[in-house]
């Protein structure tokens, strides 16, 4: 890990190159004074952003087997459930159905987009919704 200030030797050698030039140099990068919170936040969204972490919503009945057919469907296709919330009290969803919203991981955008397309043959309702943005993914 090498923070910013840690550059320093490299933006000396670029800053006058020719007094290195055709020598052996080592440059000493150094550093490392970033909070893991902050790390562990960049690098997840990282993976948002590649699409190796996407957050899908279904909607599905709801009725007892409905969420292990979901899981099982995103499991044959590769896919690793990180978190799940499923929803059926409030007054935007109908009565009868559940709005299942479930974060993966998966090897990119496409084979994510492989995911919600096997759900979707299997008759469950679903899109990908927005990446590192506040969008939610609904039109508007």
């Known amino acids: 890990m090498v923070e910013g ?3 320093a030797p490299l933006a000396a050698l670029l800053a ?3 007094r290195y030039a055709g020598k052996r140099v080592g440059l000493v990068v150094s550093g490392g004074n970033i909070d893991t919170r902050i790390l562990a936040s960049i690098l997840m969204r990282g993976l948002v952003r590649e699409g190796r972490l996407v957050r899908l919503r279904a909607q599905i009945t709801d009725k007892p087997g409905t969420l292990a057919q979901v899981a099982q469907i995103i499991g044959e296709g590769g896919g690793n459930i990180v978190e799940t919330h499923h929803q059926r009290l409030f007054y935007d969803v109908p009565v009868k159905l559940a709005e299942l919203d479930v974060v993966l991981e998966t090897r990119d955008s496409l084979h994510a987009e492989e995911i919600r397309a096997a759900l ?3 008759g469950f309702q679903s899109r ?3 990446t590192t943005t506040h969008d939610d993914g609904a039109a508007g």
Do not use: N, R, T, Y
């Open 120 to 122: 979707e043959a299997a």
């Open 5 to 7: 200030a840690g550059a």
């Open 16 to 18: 006058d190159p020719h």
């Open 128 to 130: 990908i919704l927005g």
